[in-house]
DNA sequence: CTAAAAAGTAACCAGATGGTTACTTTTTGG
DNA sequence: CCAAAAAGTAACCATCTGGTTACTTTTTAG
């Protein structure tokens, strides 16, 4: 029967990215699995082979979630490049907020090398939001509100980094800096830090020339 | 003999540290750090206890070598606040691509929810290198070069951010921006976008009233 | 030189691991 | 209604896990 299977499959799913997310590839375990999603350990073997597969299945699962944010960007459109920074910043923080599975299994990927996020396909879904940021660029650069110099990979790099770093690394840094960097306020001023910087970057060129590099 | 037992000591930690930070915890197995270590296993149990022990351990020393970073930053002292802030960043970026095992343990921290972090006094390392951006703060806000509007903690986890998730996520990045980043013009580009970013959010007084938060 | 303490070792254990097999039950198409 | 295919299950296996024990060798101090 088809439905059962399919629910059967999305519930082995379910209990292998919490499982996944939680512990890693290495820790995580297949008993582990199998007993949460109340499905039999050969059953899981059965759909999805082995345990390598149901890895890449699960984190291929996580980021299709990104690819709904490109359309959320594009559909917050505005005709001020700040605006939509502003805006793009605010829905990819509230995506890294909403989906801490994700965050961890970006991570787990960079201690492994990327290897299964190379060895699938996994790293097509960049395009969704990488063109979403570029596409605001492109935009403000043609109608001269922020200068050629300014450099999208950067723009990019630094606007991952800022958002993506709160979330992966909150426990450490909530001792390093030594605030609550879980609550409402730390997040909305870090999100008004955020913006604020790029904006200032953004209207300084993208380049300080008083600082020899 | 004393000698023999530090040298013990020390080939256990050190193929301790090469097996944690590649593996994490739970993928780390005793039996691979007894093997490469050339130290038998029922020795480490006696020298660390059990394996809890053994990656605390490795978990401090790691973050011992933070800190030379403050004599470091200290050291390279110059009454300009932005030469300064240049050579901080030039020094933390340099730690962390000296030192890929102290990335990688930091992000295995953090999806163990620090939890050893918390539970030593790891923490206590912080110190070293927060103390230094704050100093470099204070005397610019003292001498009006930068506005007291700055807050100092937004700037560290900017710069944290900026500098740690270059390397920790270095992986996934260059796929997205498909551009290597372990290249030297990579580091070298992003050093300076990091630099310039940070210059002018501190001249523009760490607001942008433009934007509203 | 010697006895005690420290350093080091081989072999072992109970429990858990990923993975399989032989089997029963349920669903489906004709 | 019925046979074949799909869904589901219990019990099992070889291997590996962290950790221990009973033992030998080396070093040290008097």
Same mark, same amino acid.
């Given at each position: 029967?088809?439905?059962?299977?399919?629910?059967?499959?999305?519930?082995?799913?379910?209990?292998?990215?919490?499982?996944?997310?939680?512990?890693?590839?290495?820790?995580?375990?297949?008993?582990?699995?199998?007993?949460?999603?109340?499905?039999?350990?050969?059953?899981?073997?059965?759909?999805?082979?082995?345990?390598?597969?149901?890895?890449?299945?699960?984190?291929?699962?996580?980021?299709?979630?990104? *690819?709904?944010?490109? %359309?959320? +960007?594009? @559909?917050?459109?505005?005709?001020?490049?700040?605006? $939509?920074? #502003?805006?793009? /910043?605010?829905?990819?923080?509230?995506?890294?907020?909403?989906?801490?599975?994700?965050?961890?299994?970006?991570?787990?990927?960079?201690?492994?090398?990327?290897?299964?996020?190379?060895?699938?396909?996994?790293? *097509?879904?960049?395009? %969704?939001? +990488?063109? @979403?940021?570029?596409?605001?660029?492109?935009?403000? $650069?043609? #109608?001269?509100? /922020?200068?050629?110099?300014?450099?999208?990979?950067?723009?990019?790099?630094?606007?991952?980094?800022?958002?993506?770093?709160?979330?992966?690394?909150?426990?450490?840094?909530?001792?390093?800096?030594?605030?609550?960097?879980?609550?409402?306020?730390?997040?909305?001023?870090?999100?008004?830090?955020?913006?604020?910087?790029?904006?200032?970057?953004?209207?300084?060129?993208?380049?300080?020339?008083?600082?020899?590099?």
């Amino acid at each position: 029967m088809q439905q059962r299977s399919e629910i059967t499959r999305a519930k082995i799913l379910s209990a292998a990215e919490q499982e996944f997310s939680e512990k890693g590839f290495y820790g995580a375990r297949i008993n582990e699995i199998a007993e949460v999603s109340q499905v039999n350990k050969a059953l899981i073997y059965k759909y999805f082979g082995d345990k390598e597969e149901l890895y890449q299945c699960v984190l291929l699962s996580v980021y299709e979630r990104l *690819k709904d944010l490109e %359309s959320q +960007i594009i @559909a917050s459109s505005n005709s001020d490049y700040r605006q $939509k920074l #502003s805006g793009f /910043i605010d829905i990819y923080f509230q995506f890294l907020e909403d989906n801490p599975t994700y965050v961890r299994m970006v991570m787990w990927e960079n201690l492994n090398h990327a290897k299964y996020f190379k060895a699938r396909q996994v790293n *097509k879904t960049k395009d %969704s939001i +990488i063109k @979403a940021l570029d596409q605001i660029v492109i935009e403000a $650069k043609a #109608s001269h509100r /922020i200068p050629d110099s300014v450099d999208s990979k950067q723009l990019m790099l630094t606007l991952i980094a800022c958002s993506f770093n709160y979330f992966s690394n909150m426990d450490t840094l909530t001792e390093i800096v030594q605030a609550d960097l879980r609550s409402e306020e730390s997040q909305r001023k870090r999100i008004k830090a955020v913006k604020d910087m790029l904006l200032a970057y953004m209207d300084s060129g993208g380049c300080d020339d008083r600082c020899e590099g």
